[in-house]
C-alpha cells in the first residue's frame, strides 16, 4: 500500500516540478533552480513509472495481468520511439527548456536501468562462456 501512495504522489509531484520549472525558465534569473526541479521532477516520474508501477497487477481469469519492466529487452521499442519523439520534438522546439531538461531526465535514468538490466540477458551470458 505504501509503494501505490509513494508511485501516485511521485507522479504528480513529477507533473508539478515539470510545470514550476516551465514557468521559471521564462526567466534567465531562474535557469539554475528550472535546472534542479526539472532534475528532481524527471526522477520522480522514472521512480513512479519505471520503478513502482510493475509491483501492481491485477487478476484476471486466474491470472495476473500487470505492468511490464520498461527497461527489460522487450521494451527496446519504446525506448528508441521516446527517443525519436523527444528528438523532433527538440528540433521543432515543442517544448521549453525546463520540459526538456525533465523529459531528458527521465531518459537518462531509463536509459541507465536499461544498459544496466536489459542488456544482462545478452551480455551476462556472453560474459560468463
Known amino acids: 500500500m505504501i509503494r501505490l501512495i509513494y508511485m501516485i504522489a511521485a507522479f504528480f509531484g513529477s507533473l508539478i516540478c515539470a510545470a514550476i520549472s516551465s514557468h521559471l525558465c521564462k ?3 531562474n535557469t539554475v533552480k528550472s535546472f534542479w526541479i ?5 526522477t520522480l516520474l522514472w521512480q513512479s513509472v519505471g520503478e513502482c508501477s510493475w509491483h501492481f497487477s491485477l487478476k484476471c481469469e486466474n491470472r495476473y495481468l500487470s505492468f511490464a ?3 527489460n529487452v522487450s521494451s527496446l521499442f519504446l525506448l528508441i520511439l521516446f ?5 523532433y520534438c527538440a528540433k521543432r522546439k515543442a517544448f521549453n527548456w525546463g520540459i526538456g531538461i525533465f ?3 527521465f531518459l537518462i535514468n531509463w536509459g541507465g536501468h536499461f544498459i544496466q538490466i ?3 540477458p545478452i551480455t551476462g ?3 560468463v562462456c
Open 27 to 29: 526567466d534567465e534569473k
Open 38 to 42: 526539472s532534475i528532481a521532477g524527471g
Open 69 to 71: 519492466h520498461i527497461e
Open 83 to 87: 527517443i525519436l519523439l523527444l528528438g
Open 103 to 105: 523529459l531528458f531526465t
Open 118 to 120: 536489459g542488456t544482462y
Open 125 to 127: 551470458k556472453a560474459a
